[in-house]
């Protein structure tokens, strides 16, 4: 702002006129008057009015320069202040930023992470209910194994035991099963089955079980049987000519000596062959190779093998009669029990289960391959 400068009256700067003689003003006319002698006050008075003029607009100029300048330095400080404001708030926001920008980077991490995590219990989620698929398998599958286990033990029973009863009770219970189950896919399995039971009932019924045991009650008594040659005849008849007590001495003396020649002497008629003698060292063996006949008898009657079971059979009954004595009654029971054996009629050939067999595995091929070719099928998951 520029500063005001003193007003000068007007006439104040100019150059007095020069007076001529006689004190005229140059270049007035003589005989014009003078000015009146009040104008030099009025000009006083206005140069001091101008200068109180200019010294009030001077204050004034400077009242608001001074005002402007406070202003000036008002601004100046809120404005430092603000931007002082504006530092700290972008420092500020700086490092919020800063702090936004790692927690979003551990945000990322744990949601890859999460990611990670959420992939592999899927991965594991789809091997259990695989794992589950091929341990938990259908209602049929399992009908299918515990079928074929039945049909597996009844086989084995049949073919080692011979029990015929025992397999045609297992097949019943299997048709039984699959007719609860009522399958299209299982008449093939019925059918054979129901062949199978056919077959079992043509079969004359044996009681094996029981004829076994009576060999191993015949094996059981051969020890306590006695022997052909220890048959004992019946006691003498007591001497009724014994001479009394009062007679003479000699008279019983030699009745003594008659008596004890009469026992060294033994006449027996009989209508039978006489009887073998077996040495005491083997009597043992003779027990034991009947034991083994008879054993060999069993062994046949569970393979069903009649022509074995009838020879071994005969020929412990020889044996019984040539070398043991057929007149007690434990022989005479061991010798019924062979008898009986000999005349029950043996079973023919057993049949076995490998239709039914043949059939299950069968249908269990076919259920397997099933799965497979549905998975084949069905497009890959993405």
Excluded: C
């Excluded at 006689?22 to 000015?35: C, F, M, R």
């Excluded at 920008?101 to 551990?106: A, I, M």
């Excluded at 959420?118 to 695989?130: K, M, N, T």
């Amino acid at each position: 702002m520029s500063e005001p400068t003193d007003s000068v009256p007007p006439g104040a700067g100019e150059p007095a006129a020069p007076t001529g003689a006689g004190g005229t003003v140059a270049g007035t006319p003589a005989g014009s008057a003078s000015p009146p002698p009040a104008r030099a006050p009025r000009a006083s008075a206005s140069r001091f009015l101008w200068i109180g003029i200019a010294l009030v607009a001077l204050a004034a100029a400077l009242a608001v320069w001074f005002d402007a300048r406070r202003v000036q330095q008002q601004l100046r400080t809120d404005v430092a202040q603000r931007l002082a404001g504006v530092e700290v708030a972008v420092a500020a926001s700086g490092k919020a930023q800063t702090q936004l920008e790692s927690d979003l980077r551990d945000a990322q991490a744990k949601v890859t992470l999460l990611e990670t995590r959420i992939a592999e219990s899927q991965a594991q989620q789809a091997a259990l209910e695989a794992l589950y698929r091929d341990l938990a398998p259908s209602r049929d599958e399992i009908a299918l194994s515990e079928l074929e286990q039945v049909l597996l033990i009844a086989n084995q029973q049949l073919q080692l035991a011979g029990s015929v009863s025992s397999a045609l009770t297992a097949l019943q219970l299997a048709d039984v099963k699959l007719q609860r189950l009522d399958r299209p896919q299982f008449i093939p399995l019925r059918r054979a089955l129901s062949r199978d039971i056919d077959r079992l009932k043509a079969i004359p019924y044996v009681d094996v079980a029981g004829m076994s045991l009576k060999l191993d009650q015949a094996i059981a008594a051969i020890d306590t049987l006695p022997l052909a040659m220890d048959e004992r005849l019946p006691p003498a008849a007591p001497d009724n000519e014994a001479p009394s007590s009062d007679g003479p001495r000699w008279r019983r003396m030699l009745h003594e000596m008659w008596s004890e020649v009469r026992q060294l002497i033994r006449v027996e008629v009989t209508d039978r062959p006489a009887a073998p003698l077996v040495p005491v060292a083997q009597q043992y063996f003779l027990r034991e190779n009947l034991k083994l006949r008879l054993l060999t008898a069993r062994i046949a009657l569970l393979a069903r093998d009649d022509a074995s079971f009838q020879a071994d059979l005969a020929a412990s009954e020889t044996w019984l009669k040539q070398y043991f004595d057929a007149r007690a009654k434990p022989v005479q029971a061991v010798l019924g029990s062979l008898k009986q054996l000999a005349a029950t009629p043996m079973p023919g050939e057993t049949p076995d289960l490998t239709r039914s067999l043949e059939a299950l595995r069968v249908l269990r091929l076919a259920q397997d391959r099933a799965p497979a070719r549905g998975s084949a099928a069905s497009p890959p998951a993405r």
